[in-house]
């Protein structure tokens, strides 16, 4: 194993295997960068706080053109916790028709954004970014956020391996950790 794939903060964090299955595709000219309300911007890994994130954040494509569109996953496979995920994995949004070089407010929102309320141990949220084919691929809403399955979900709608993935942690917030 290269030194490169070992340091893949996906694999690290174990998105890779939990979510999707292999190595994201290098796709230089397509790029997601997500950033919440509170000026906090998504970094593989990094901790963000509950209360920071209760709002839908600007989730940016970076590349491709105004011709291609992507769809957006977020979910959290860390349910009801990381030690014990019978539930894996708990879908949080949805967004289909997002044109290149845009953001997710251009897009159509398939299922509304629900905000990450971890209860038990340190939860990874992870979006995952998805090249369509073409215009109105996405056809088919998943029936429950619970038991999502982001595999089975891109498979169902023909989307191949994203094109772009990100993910923070959070746990839940205590009195003290919000001072």
């Known amino acids: 194993m290269s030194g490169k794939v ?14 999707i299955e292999g190595l994201i595709p290098t796709t230089p000219n397509v790029k997601m960068v997500v950033t919440y309300n509170c000026n906090k ?39 009801p916790g990381p030690s014990d ?18 953001d997710a407010m251009f897009g159509k929102e398939m299922v509304s954004y629900e905000m990450p309320r971890p209860n038990i141990g340190i939860h990874r949220f992870v979006f995952l970014l998805y090249k369509q084919m073409q215009r109105r691929q996405v056809l088919k809403p998943p029936a429950s956020r619970d038991m999502f399955n982001t595999r089975k979900f891109a498979e169902q709608n023909d989307l191949g391996l994203p094109v772009a993935a990100l993910y923070f942690n959070a746990q839940r917030e205590t009195a003290a950790r919000r001072r």
Not at 41 to 53: I, K, M, R, T
């Open 41 to 79: 911007q998504v970094f593989n890994g990094h901790e963000l706080f509950p209360s920071w994130v209760s709002l839908k954040p600007k989730v940016e494509v970076v590349g491709g053109d105004m011709r291609s569109f992507f769809t957006l996953v977020m979910t959290d496979p860390d349910v």
């Open 6 to 19: 070992a340091m893949d903060p996906l694999l690290v964090g174990g998105v890779i295997g939990d979510v």
């Open 85 to 102: 995920p019978y539930l894996r994995e708990h879908l949080h949004w949805i967004v289909t028709d997002i044109p290149g070089t845009t």
